[in-house]
């Protein structure tokens, strides 16, 4: 079974709208963390956001949230204000605490396309 | 500046031979992780690695070899028994390997078989 999902291959997303990018997971492990990264064609994997299975509130880093709904076990990333250069791939991920060593678990990913 | 090297960027390999992809860090962490990139599909974990002279597989370790004789360097070597090596390859490293630490990632290699 895979522990990350993300169901949308690709969106489309009008230039300074918001959207919303899907990511679910599945763990029994009480502690884990989430991540997104985005991937632009150029290959490199950058880090956009972080959020712990303990923390109380939603992740945050500028333009980019993260929607935690830990009962429904989603993890979805919401890009504000969209720009050009946000047409990328978005990989969300996993870390969980204990048993699996901590590495990180990527799910398939989802293709980002701003339209000026 | 600190980060993650990978070399070369492109490499051709002819079948039946052995290539060997390096991967250097300054960035002073003990983790350091080989994926492999397809298509279509998310970063699979090949081998990792938490301290120097040690590394585990990972999901699809059978093809490659790995070494950690450095705690800056993470080579890995694609051998001939990878029957479809083709791939986009990334290095990755991170501090801890619980928690928040996130893995810093390489540019990467894309290696071709011809």
């Known amino acids: 079974a895979q522990k990350i999902t993300q169901t949308q291959p690709g969106m489309f997303v009008q230039e300074k709208e918001a959207v919303t990018l899907d990511c679910t997971y599945d763990t029994s492990d009480p502690s884990y963390g989430l991540f997104w990264y985005k991937q632009p064609s150029s290959g490199e994997m950058i880090f956009l956001i972080y959020?712990?299975?303990?923390?109380?509130q939603n992740a945050t880093e500028g333009r980019y949230s993260l929607n935690f709904q830990k009962a429904r076990k989603s993890a979805n990333l919401v890009i504000s204000a969209s720009q050009l250069g946000d047409s990328a791939m978005y990989f969300c991920a996993m870390r969980e605490g204990q048993g699996s060593q901590g590495n990180l678990i990527f799910g398939k990913g989802t293709k980002l396309s701003v339209k000026p | 500046d600190g980060g993650i090297t990978q070399s070369p960027k492109y490499l051709f390999r002819k079948e039946g031979q052995n290539v060997t992809l390096s991967c250097e860090q300054n960035l002073n962490h003990d983790a350091m992780y080989w994926y492999r990139q397809d298509p279509g599909q998310g970063l699979r974990l090949i081998y990792y690695s938490q301290i120097v002279n040690d590394f585990q597989k990972g999901d699809i370790a059978e093809g490659y070899s790995v070494s950690r004789e450095k705690k800056e360097s993470f080579p890995l070597t694609v051998t001939s028994a990878q029957k479809n090596p083709t791939a986009f390859y990334l290095c990755?490293?991170?501090?801890?390997?619980?928690?928040?630490?996130?893995?810093?990632f390489g540019q990467g290699t894309r290696l071709t078989v011809v």
């Open positions: 990755a490293s991170s501090m801890q390997k619980t928690g928040k630490a996130e893995a810093f």
């Open positions: 959020q712990g299975s303990y923390d109380q």
